[in-house]
């Protein structure tokens, strides 16, 4: 497959994981989906909590604990989206809907 090819592909993947249902987390793809795309994208956290963090009245304590929070959660989702990627195809509990809910995060880095 050419380097174009293998690009599209990509893409179009990309937009059909995407497109996943956000509510069913007993859904393999879903699960598959929103564990990939945490494992891709949990670096997001960096700027995020630096940026929720900047609003602290002193600047330097603001920085060191929006760095210091994002870079937890973001080693957090890498390895939430880790799992979920490897055990896809294994379903949750019933009574459970998803890792981050028990962490008070949302399903994603963006939300």
Known sequence: MTRTGWVNSMLVALVIL???????AQDPIHKA??????LL???I???????LASSDPSPLHGFGRGL?????????????????????????PDHFASPYTAMELPDYAWQ
Not at 68 to 92: N, S
């Open 18 to 24: 995407l497109m996943a249902p956000t509510a069913r």
């Open 33 to 38: 989906s929103r564990g990939l795309l945490n």
């Open 41 to 43: 994208t949990g670096w």
């Open 45 to 51: 956290e960096v700027p995020k909590q630096l940026h």
């Open 68 to 92: 210091f929070k994002g870079a937890g959660l973001a080693l957090m989702r890498g390895g939430v989206g880790l799992y979920e990627l490897v055990t896809f195809p294994l379903p949750h």
